[in-house]
């Protein structure tokens, strides 16, 4: 099963706070352009249905980026959540080769 999720690029000066009150979470990409990385929205839901089925630093993800024309493949490198409500804070992709 070849997983993929939709992001949007992240509008600059917002609170990431203000983002999770509207469902969306915050989260980076590294590694698409060398050492640049790009800052990003998931949506909630999606991003909790993609978690269930990924291992961290390990399953491959499609990820898209519709905005900047970006599609490549990448990998979960890390999951960041409330320590003990367990809300999910930040997600960050490693982008490996197109």
Not at 13 to 22: F, G, I, T, W
Not at 31 to 43: F, K, Q, R
Request: glycine residues 6%; charged residues 25%; positive net charge.
């Amino acid at each position: 099963m070849a997983l993929s999720i939709e992001c949007q690029q992240r509008p600059e000066k917002v609170n990431p706070r203000a983002l999770r009150r509207e469902g969306l979470i915050p989260a980076t990409l590294y590694g698409h352009n060398g050492a640049e990385s790009i800052s990003l929205v998931v949506d909630h839901k999606t991003a909790i249905t993609m978690l269930r089925s990924v291992t961290v630093k390990e399953t491959p993800i499609e990820v898209k980026i519709p905005h900047l024309s970006w599609e490549g493949e990448a990998v979960v490198q890390e999951i960041q959540c409330h320590p003990w409500r367990r809300n999910l804070y930040h997600l960050a992709f490693f982008a490996g080769k197109k």
